[in-house]
């Protein structure tokens, strides 16, 4: 599974579960961002092909593709989000908050 090389560091003043499951939501289809541990999220409705992983910075969360022809695809979804939800987050480049 690679990683996108874009991520999503979430404000202090909301919680990532909701962030991640509007994303979920709007992009998925999915009901929401659906825990895995306390550090993954599913966040393709159950389909195993997308998880979000929190970083190092433990407000920060990294996408891992299952297929790596996915990845384009998953960035544009990434980036569409963060344009529309510049209140709950901000984009940063993956390779800067990696663990």
């Known amino acids: ?29 999915a ?22 992983i929190q970083q190092m910075e433990l407000d920060t969360y990294g996408f891992f593709c299952r297929y790596e022809q996915d990845i384009q695809k998953t960035q544009g979804k990434i980036l569409d989000f963060a344009k529309k939800h510049t209140s709950e987050c901000v984009l940063v480049n993956f390779e800067s908050v990696k663990n």
């Open 31 to 52: 009901n929401e961002a659906y825990p895995l541990d306390k550090k993954q999220f599913n966040i393709d409705g159950g389909l195993n092909d997308l998880r979000a």
């Open 1 to 29: 599974m690679p990683y996108c090389n874009l991520a999503l560091k979430i404000k202090k003043s909301v919680a990532s579960s909701n962030v991640l499951s509007t994303f979920a939501k709007e992009h998925f289809n």
